[in-house]
């Protein structure tokens, strides 16, 4: 009995919490770091909501990047999950100042989604991170979420 309380303990802890899982199963899994601020923002946006962070809508974030426009709408249809999952809503931001941390540009984008959070659906989101380089030098950082 107390094997199995334990191992319910390590299994549920996690969730409880509100941690993200690691999604190194993918093949351009998002920064730690950067999966965590974004789910801690996006989350205290949409506190009404109860969110859970998804890898396979990570992929799926990654997969649909390019679809949406500098404002995150979206334009083509969102390409659905491996297990079929179609994103409802997206959100992009593209930060050219350099000269700050990808952790505050994550934060600048989150704030930029504001009014858009508090009018989406969903119980399940991923995001992707893509700093973009020229010859080797930062020029910007691509953010964008997708929601289901």
């Known amino acids: 009995m107390l094997c199995a309380s334990v191992l319910l303990a390590f299994c549920f802890f996690p969730m409880i919490i509100g941690s993200t899982p690691d999604c190194e199963d993918a093949a351009f899994p998002t920064d ?3 999966r965590e601020l ?3 923002k996006i989350s205290a946006k949409m506190s009404d909501k109860s969110l859970s962070y998804d890898c396979e809508m990570e992929e799926a974030a990654q997969i649909n990047l390019e679809l949406f ?7 083509g249809d969102l390409s659905p999950t491996s297990s079929g999952v179609a994103p409802t809503a997206a959100t992009k931001f ?3 100042d350099t000269a700050i941390s990808a952790e505050e ?3 600048k984008a989150v704030e930029s989604w504001s ?10 989101f991923g995001c992707v991170y893509a700093p973009k380089d020229h010859e080797g030098k930062l020029t910007q950082r691509l ?3 997708v929601f289901a």
């Open 69 to 75: 426009d500098y404002s995150g709408d979206n334009v």
């Open 32 to 34: 730690k770091k950067i």
């Open 105 to 107: 540009s994550a934060e």
């Open 38 to 40: 974004l789910y801690e």
């Open 143 to 145: 953010f964008g979420c």
């Open 94 to 96: 593209v930060d050219p």
């Open 115 to 124: 009014q858009k959070l508090s009018k989406i659906s969903a119980t399940k």
